[in-house]
């Protein structure tokens, strides 16, 4: 059972993981306090009780005000933030825990009531027609500002100062959240992005600003601890359609991730049937495995068996699992052991308190410490 190649340590250039059982990013909307901070009693016994995953990516964490379009998602901009990441992170390495701070950006996937009645940022004064999960409810999205060169440049920073207070905070590396239809993708897709200066159509311009952001936060955290992650086939999502361009950009971008000495490359499979579209590259690991030369992380729909199968397959070196790691604090053991796992309880994924976050049991004796 423990031959599973899952549960194997991994050990790259710049990582060293117990396991390749990766906790992936997700929203939990419990920084319910007016600083939007985490802290140790929440978020701190939420990762710490998943401390066995080789690596936890945090839920994305916003790194300034302009990035935020969830209620009580905890940023990281203030000192507040910081010292209650600071916390977290402590937590989870006191049970030996590697942990990673996923950065965001929701761009236009946001509304004027989390910005003092201004417009949410964009590439482009484009409406994706979504809806964002305001203090009032959902509430439809708006047409956002263009962002100005200034604008860009602004966001840059914030990105950089967000890594700054990743390190300050003791995290083992930050992921940049470059996927899902929010501000970078909303930069890579034709139909998010209309622009006609140099963050704008070609293929390079759609691509500058993640590299201007991956050259700048270089200055605050080793490249050798940033991860980054992709979601190539997003379609139908926060308006992002897929066309001739999609998949030829994240072939240039990821071609040029090789030039970065990253700690890995997040990818997801499609997160719908995109079979029927002509644009649209179903198999994501496949594709971008002979491509991509560093480490390799593969998310969506995987359960244990598909897991081991595709490290085995050699199509990727880690798999991140999502909903599982929300009803199974104890996956990694679970696996080990054969254990059944439970189901996760939709009603509470962004509910506030700590019913569906931190009551999950565990089934199992821990594997290590
Ligand atoms: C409740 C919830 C919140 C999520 N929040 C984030 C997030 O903050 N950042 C991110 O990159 N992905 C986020 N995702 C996407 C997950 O990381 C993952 O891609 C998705 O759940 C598919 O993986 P799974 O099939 O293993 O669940 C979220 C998913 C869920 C279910």
């Given at each position: 059972m423990n031959k599973q190649t899952l549960l194997a340590p991994l050990k790259t250039k710049n990582l060293d993981l117990r396991n390749r059982v990766v906790m992936a990013p997700m929203t939990r909307s419990r920084a319910d306090n007016p600083e939007n901070a985490p802290s140790a009693e929440m978020q701190g016994e939420y990762y710490a009780q998943r401390a066995s995953a080789g690596l936890i990516i945090t839920e994305g964490s916003q790194v300034s005000e302009k990035a935020v379009g969830y209620i009580n998602t905890p940023g990281i901009h203030t000192e507040e933030q910081t010292k209650g990441w600071k916390d977290v992170v402590e937590k989870v390495h006191e049970k030996g825990g590697t942990i990673f701070c996923q950065l965001w950006h929701v761009g236009r996937i946001s509304h004027p009531d989390?910005?003092?009645?201004?417009?949410?940022?964009?590439?482009?004064?484009?409406?994706?027609?979504?809806?964002?999960?305001?203090?009032?409810?959902?509430?439809?999205?708006?047409?956002?500002?263009?962002?100005?060169?200034?604008?860009?440049?602004?966001?840059?920073?914030?990105?950089?100062?967000?890594?700054?207070?990743?390190?300050?905070?003791?995290?083992?590396?930050?992921?940049?959240?470059?996927?899902?239809?929010?501000?970078?993708?909303?930069?890579?897709?034709?139909?998010?992005?209309?622009?006609?200066?140099?963050?704008?159509?070609?293929?390079?311009?759609?691509?500058?600003?993640?590299?201007?952001?991956?050259?700048?936060?270089?200055?605050?955290?080793?490249?050798?601890?940033?991860?980054?992650?992709?979601?190539?086939?997003?379609?139908?999502?926060?308006?992002?359609?897929?066309?001739?361009?999609?998949?030829?950009t994240f072939d240039y971008i990821i071609a040029k991730l090789n030039d970065y000495d990253l700690a890995y490359l997040h990818l997801s499979e499609p997160f719908n049937?995109?079979?029927?579209?002509?644009?649209?590259?179903?198999?994501?690991?496949?594709?971008?495995?002979?491509?991509?030369?560093?480490?390799?992380m593969i998310n969506a729909g995987?359960?244990?068996?598909?897991?081991?199968?595709?490290?085995?397959?050699?199509?990727?070196?880690?798999?991140?699992?999502?909903?599982?790691?929300?009803?199974?604090?104890?996956?990694?053991?679970?696996?080990a052991e054969g254990v059944e796992l439970s189901d996760w309880d939709g009603d509470t994924f962004y509910t506030p308190g700590k019913k569906g976050f931190i009551d999950y049991e565990r089934k199992t004796t821990p594997m290590y410490q």
């Open positions: 989390f910005h003092n009645g201004e417009l949410p940022l964009a590439p482009s004064a484009l409406n994706p027609n979504a809806q964002s999960y305001t203090p009032q409810g959902m509430k439809d999205t708006v047409t956002p500002k263009e962002m100005s060169k200034e604008d860009i440049d602004q966001t840059i920073q914030d990105f950089v100062q967000a890594a700054k207070h990743a390190v300050t905070a003791g995290f083992d590396g930050i992921e940049i959240h470059s996927s899902n239809g929010y501000l970078f993708h909303q930069f890579f897709n034709g139909t998010s992005n209309h622009r006609t200066d140099a963050y704008g159509g070609s293929i390079e311009n759609r691509s500058r600003f993640l590299f201007e952001v991956l050259e700048a936060v270089q200055t605050e955290i080793p490249i050798q601890k940033v991860g980054l992650r992709l979601n190539p086939s997003l379609n139908g999502i926060f308006g992002m359609m897929m066309d001739e361009q999609t998949i030829p049937d995109v079979s029927e579209l002509p644009f649209a590259e179903t198999q994501i690991a496949k594709r971008y495995r002979p491509i991509y030369k560093g480490a390799l995987f359960d244990q068996k598909k897991g081991n199968e595709v490290i085995e397959a050699g199509d990727a070196d880690m798999v991140a699992y999502g909903k599982p790691y929300i009803s199974n604090p104890d996956l990694v053991e679970r696996f």
